[in-house]
T-cell receptor
Framework: GENVEQHPSTLSVQEGDSAVIKCTYSDSASNYFPWYKQELGKGPQLIIDIRSNVGEKKDQRIAVTLNKTAKHFSLHITETQPEDSAVYFCAAKSGGGADGLTFGKGTHLIIQP | NAGVTQTPKFQVLKTGQSMTLQCAQDMNHNSMYWYRQDPGMGLRLIYYSASEGTTDKGEVPNGYNVSRLNKREFSLRLESAAPSQTSVYFC??????????????????FGNGTRLTVT
């Protein structure tokens, strides 16, 4: 089955700086790569996703890049703000069907004032 | 629009007790999922239901059973709770096209979780 590795486990950046979280996946058939943000006491919420036919996608201060050859995708957050502090999860889905996502282990992003 | 609602929010059980975690969604989604979240382990799929009337095992199904009661509701049952089942449980839903699934991947919508402690 699919295996998703996520790094780093904790990331501390100064407010206003950029943050980058990286994930690798094992199944070359994977074709959908979402990113979720989880705030304390809440369920994960989708913030951005990318499909395998696209190399990069942006939404305001967040962007995701995908390198299918290397089986690698990354989340980029620019001009970080205190409300960006949370746990971020990458995920991958191989093939079609409704068999759910495989998640990375999460990155705790801390924005230092 | 409530989205995905889970009950209860918190539960403490003794080893060997049983309980059912409830989940309901009001988004008319076809598919529903149960994940568990443990520190340093991310989210792991326990069971899922692709559509009403079907259920399938995920990565960590042992010790659990599920019921897809109708399109809205998907429950998770622990028949004999063990300390290893102490975790935060999340229910999620999504909608999948009936045809050409490989070209349509829907985001998962999560509930706010049930925090379960087994002593």
């Amino acid at each position: 089955g699919e295996n998703v590795e996520q790094h780093p486990s904790t990331l501390s950046v100064q407010e206003g700086d950029s943050a980058v979280i990286k994930c690798t996946y094992s199944d070359s058939a994977s074709n959908y790569f979402p990113w979720y943000k989880q705030e304390l006491g809440k369920g994960p919420q989708l913030i951005i996703d990318i499909r395998s036919n696209v190399g990069e996608k942006k939404d305001q201060r967040i962007a995701v890049t995908l390198n299918k050859t290397a089986k690698h995708f990354s989340l980029h957050i620019t001009e970080t703000q205190p409300e960006d502090s949370a746990v971020y999860f990458c995920a991958a889905k191989s093939g079609g069907g409704a068999d759910g996502l495989t998640f990375g282990k999460g990155t705790h992003l801390i924005i230092q004032p | 629009n409530a989205g995905v609602t889970q009950t209860p929010k918190f539960q403490v059980l003794k080893t060997g007790q049983s309980m059912t975690l409830q989940c309901a969604q009001d988004m008319n989604h076809n598919s529903m999922y149960w994940y568990r979240q443990d520190p340093g382990m991310g989210l792991r799929l326990i069971y899922y239901s692709a559509s009403e009337g079907t259920t399938d095992k995920g990565e960590v199904p042992n010790g659990y059973n599920v019921s897809r009661l109708n399109k809205r509701e998907f429950s998770l049952r622990l028949e004999s709770a063990a300390p290893s089942q102490t975790s935060v449980y999340f229910c999620a839903s999504s909608t999948i096209r009936d045809i050409d699934w490989s070209s349509y991947n829907s985001p998962l919508h999560f509930g706010n979780g049930t925090r379960l402690t087994v002593t």
